[in-house]
């Protein structure tokens, strides 16, 4: 079971907007989805750093609470 911890980010209606054009554009899910394509496309980030990689299991909360610093 995979659990992920969600959070809200605060934008303004325009950016909203914006979010809501890509999104249906893209053919996307989530808003999430959305803003992980435009980070990856903007920092040329591998797909392997948003654990696409299909041989490694996701992490859990309690991984990532292990690995979190304060």
């Known amino acids: 079971?995979?659990?992920?911890?969600?959070?809200?980010?605060?934008?303004?209606?325009?950016?909203?907007q914006m979010l809501n054009k890509a999104k249906k554009e893209m053919k996307a899910k989530s808003h999430n989805e959305v803003i992980k394509k435009l980070l990856t496309e903007h920092r040329k980030t591998p797909c392997s750093?948003?654990?696409?990689?299909?041989?490694?299991?996701?992490?859990?909360?309690?991984d990532e609470a292990d690995f979190h610093e304060l």
């Open 1 to 16: 079971m995979v659990v992920y911890l969600a959070t809200t980010v605060q934008v303004d209606e325009k950016t909203l």
């Open 49 to 62: 750093m948003f654990g696409s990689n299909p041989k490694l299991d996701s992490f859990t909360a309690e």
